[in-house]
């Protein structure tokens, strides 16, 4: 059976590289990809190029060879580095230029300002071809691991442990030093080995000592002493807070969608473990983009209930959806509670506003005795005291004005009930990042690094919505082209 001759082993090229317009279908994602770039305005970039220099790479080549990598979940400069060597995509991008790491990071870290601004771009296009019109926003989160590991974390404890173990070692080396200098003949290797262990020394010295001043502010702030003595810091990367739903150092990654279209509209990287503080964000976030709209729809889950948002809702008149996980819509027996063995809160209390009462799940009735203050009947003989009223003989419940606001909320949502299926668009963009996409840990530090990889993430997937809705419209286009052409086809026919 015949073989191909191997050409492998010849230095010398055999032919010329094609052109790259030959490497890639017409149709293919790249190519539209490319065709949807060139709409985009770049002119921020290439103000901050100087007039003088070495021939640079264009923005809307780097930044599409970093949205071919983000739609394949790989946001390192070194990976992007291989890709532009080997896969056709990104060679159709380059031209057969091959940009090494240092000047995509460097990209990356010169112009995370110009790439933020590209959100607001892709959204102006969506607006002007019809895409969606952005009339209802779903907001969530989600932790993400950062770049540093947990092991870095310490407690104030182990800070000043490390710290004295620093200064510890560095007299050793410092009398290694002096001991060096007296010698006649001075190994000058070893005297730079040394200096070189110095110098990692005095760093770790300056990150433990910032640590330990950023932690005792915190620490400021947390009221229970046992969490105030537990709470850690990452020495690598101070901004990472513990998550325990990832058991790990990392961020909470907040997204605002367009319940429509599923588009992006705003991302934001945290520090807060929780949404409570976050709905306030995202709205202002949000209105700088698409504008003020005070019917537009916010819809969120009960992550985000709080006073200060409800204030802020309140306040500011936005027509906001915020369900509140906490309900429970069906009160079960007590028979189920005692099986269940878990406390009885207020929530598996029913409020009957017409009786000003609270009706508990054994049919006790608690009444007020005080301003916002209700209690039961003596709960001695009843079979779920010890799940409910533990420390008292009857069971007491205050109601205060938050309660009263979360109930308005409540009943707005039951008027419109199908309002909290939208909110799961965003679980969708999530899951696609974290398993389609197989991010889940950021590799670069602090809020800085990780801020540029998850927008990298959202510009990208904007762009392929975008690409594939422009798709879909053209060719609608066609087809309507086509059958008004056959139609005037058989008119004239018919004449």
């Not at 002007?128 to 540093?148: H, L, P, T, V």
């Not at 007020?368 to 069971?395: F, M, N, P, Q, T």
Request: glycine share 4%; net charge positive; with cysteine.
């Amino acid at each position: 059976m015949p073989f191909f001759k191997e050409q492998k082993d010849n230095l010398e090229f055999q032919f010329e590289k094609p052109n790259v317009n030959f490497l890639v279908d017409e149709q293919s994602e790249a190519v539209r990809l490319y065709k949807l770039l060139k709409k985009l305005d770049f002119s921020e970039f290439y103000r901050r190029y100087p007039d003088k220099g070495a021939v640079a790479y264009r923005p809307e080549v780097l930044f599409g060879v970093l949205i071919l990598s983000a739609l394949e979940g790989v946001l390192s400069s070194r990976a992007i580095e291989k890709r532009c060597g080997r896969d056709v995509y990104y060679i159709y991008f380059t031209e057969y230029r091959k940009p090494d790491h240092s000047t995509i990071a460097r990209f990356l870290k010169k112009f995370r300002k110009e790439i933020f601004g590209l959100l607001p771009q892709l959204i102006s296009i969506a607006k002007e071809n019809k895409i969606s019109s952005f009339n209802s926003i779903a907001i969530d989160g989600s932790k993400f691991q950062s770049s540093s590991s947990k092991k870095h974390s310490m407690r104030m404890q182990s800070l000043e442990k490390e710290e004295e173990i620093i200064v510890r070692k560095m007299k050793k080396l410092m009398n290694l030093v002096e001991e060096n200098d007296k010698k006649e003949n001075r190994d000058e290797k070893k005297l730079k080995r040394l200096e070189a262990e110095k110098k990692k020394l005095e760093q770790r010295k300056q990150k433990v000592e910032a640590s330990k001043t950023e932690l005792a502010k915190r620490q400021e702030s947390i009221r229970e002493k046992e969490k105030r003595e537990n709470h850690q810091i990452n020495i690598e990367e101070p901004d990472a807070r513990m998550m325990k739903e990832i058991n790990s150092n990392g961020y909470n990654v907040q997204l605002s969608v367009d319940s429509q279209s599923e588009i992006i509209v705003s991302v934001s990287v945290e520090p807060d473990r929780s949404d409570n503080h976050q709905f306030s964000k995202q709205h202002q976030n949000i209105e700088k983009i698409l504008g003020e709209d005070k019917q537009r729809e916010y819809i969120a889950d009960g992550g985000y209930i709080s006073s200060e948002t409800i204030d802020y809702v309140e306040d500011k008149e936005v027509n906001a959806y915020i369900n509140d996980s906490k309900e429970i819509k069906i009160i079960p027996e007590p028979e189920r509670l005692l099986e269940r063995g878990k406390i009885i809160t207020s929530e598996f209390f029913i409020y009957s506003k017409e009786d000003n009462e609270y009706i508990c799940p054994n049919q006790r009735r608690l009444k007020e005795v005080s301003s916002g203050v209700y209690e039961s009947e003596d709960c001695r003989e009843c079979i779920i005291k010890h799940l409910c009223a533990r420390k008292r003989d009857v069971r007491r419940i205050t109601r205060t004005e938050f309660t009263e606001r979360n109930q308005q909320m409540r009943e707005k949502i039951k008027q419109s009930p199908e309002k909290m299926n939208q909110r799961k668009v965003v679980e969708r963009v999530f899951g696609n990042i974290k398993w389609n996409l197989g991010f889940r840990r950021f590799t670069r530090k602090n809020f800085e690094g990780a801020s540029i990889e998850i927008m990298m993430l959202v510009l990208a997937l904007n762009l392929k919505k975008l690409e594939q809705f422009l798709l879909f419209l053209s060719r609608i286009l066609l087809v309507k082209y086509q059958k008004n052409n056959y139609m005037s086809w058989g008119i004239s026919i018919l004449n």
